[in-house]
């Protein structure tokens, strides 16, 4: 070696601390930032991310900036504690249908004056992990319910034309049975009458005298006795699909035809009202207890357990029903 001193490679040597020699050239690094992932300048750092949740406990931040409770937004925006509370902690298990949700989410965000989006992200993002598990509870394939209806229809339409053939063949055989029946007898002659003698006027009948009283006089009529006839009984409130108090489980699937506010309860649940429109549908499914309030009785069509229920009302009604014990 020739007393000769050992050198660092040429490709890379360290000269102190932020600071790399390669090749020959000087490269300057900047400070390790643990936020930033290291020397490279803007490199984020891995898993560092803004989520739903971090956006649920701002929205908590700014509903005590504004020094609100729970209870106050609950009571000023008709939502559920519960709700507020999961949307807070990015916790949606056991939350209604989309229409009803998404609705929560939005409303909560106009009165913070913050943006839905990274919620309605994370929200979706659930509903679509817990699919599986909740494919019963959702609504109906659209196209399933479509074809049911047809099928319906279908039906009535075949039972309608076997009755009008059925009146039809009837008419006919009762036509036909009348033209060949002979015709009826002529009405027999009256006899003759021979006409009776009269009596003098002053003829007395033999055994009795001019005193004498009929002995039949006509009663003197007797006044009429009003009938008494019992009062109606009030009209009572039939049990939704007149089959007495249906039970549980209960899967209920209404259908909005026009423009309907709606609010049901299910088991020991918080009620949850919001308005449908033409078109939208919600399934409730219940293990003992459903309690609906329908603002347009005449704007909804109800499926109860597979069996279409009767008209709940009439157009612009309010009514109230109760499924369950």
């Known amino acids: 070696m020739d007393g000769a001193r050992a050198r ?10 932020g600071e790399v020699v390669q090749n020959g050239a000087r490269i300057v690094e900047g400070a ?21 949740s971090n956006a649920g406990a701002s929205w908590k931040e700014r509903r005590e900036a504004m020094g609100k409770t729970i209870d106050d937004v609950s009571s000023e925006l008709r939502i559920g504690r519960k709700y507020l509370e999961g949307i807070e902690r990015g916790d949606y298990e056991g939350w209604p249908e989309r229409v009803f949700s998404s ?13 839905p989006g990274p919620v309605l992200t994370e929200y979706e993002r659930s ?28 039906t009535t339409y075949t039972l309608a034309a076997g009755a009008v053939l059925l009146l039809g063949i009837a008419l006919s055989w009762v036509s036909l049975r009348g033209r060949n029946l ?12 021979a006409p009776a003698i009269p009596a003098p006027d002053n ?10 009283v009929p002995a039949m006089q006509a009663a003197p009529p007797s006044p009429m006795t009003p009938s008494v006839f019992p009062a109606a009984a009030p009209p009572t ?3 939704v699909g007149g089959q ?11 259908e909005a035809s026009e423009q309907t506010w709606v609010m049901y309860s299910f088991d020991d649940g918080d009620p949850i009202d919001a308005t449908l429109y033409a078109g939208d549908k919600i399934s409730i499914q219940a293990k003992k207890r459903i309690s609906l309030k329908l603002g347009n009785a005449g704007g909804v069509v109800g499926t109860l357990n597979g069996k279409r229920l009767p008209p709940f009302g009439e157009r612009g009604q309010v009514r109230r029903f109760t499924l369950g014990e």
């Open 237 to 239: 409130v039939s049990t």
């Open 203 to 212: 003829a007395v009948s033999p055994g009795t005298s001019d005193n004498a």
């Open 182 to 193: 002979p015709p009826p007898p002529p009405p027999p002659a009256p006899a003759a009458i």
């Open 127 to 154: 509903v679509r992990q817990n699919a599986e598990g909740e494919t019963a509870a959702q609504l109906r394939p659209e196209w399933l319910e479509r074809e049911r209806e047809r099928g319906n229809r279908r």
């Open 244 to 254: 007495g108090v249906p039970s549980g489980p209960f899967q209920l699937f209404l």
């Open 32 to 52: 390790r930032d643990p936020e930033t992932g290291g020397g490279v300048p803007g490199r984020p750092r891995i898993g560092k991310a803004v989520n739903a």
């Open 8 to 17: 660092p490679g040429p490709a890379q040597a360290h000269r102190g601390r």
């Open 103 to 115: 609705g929560f989410i939005r409303t909560y965000a106009r009165y913070l004056s913050e943006s």
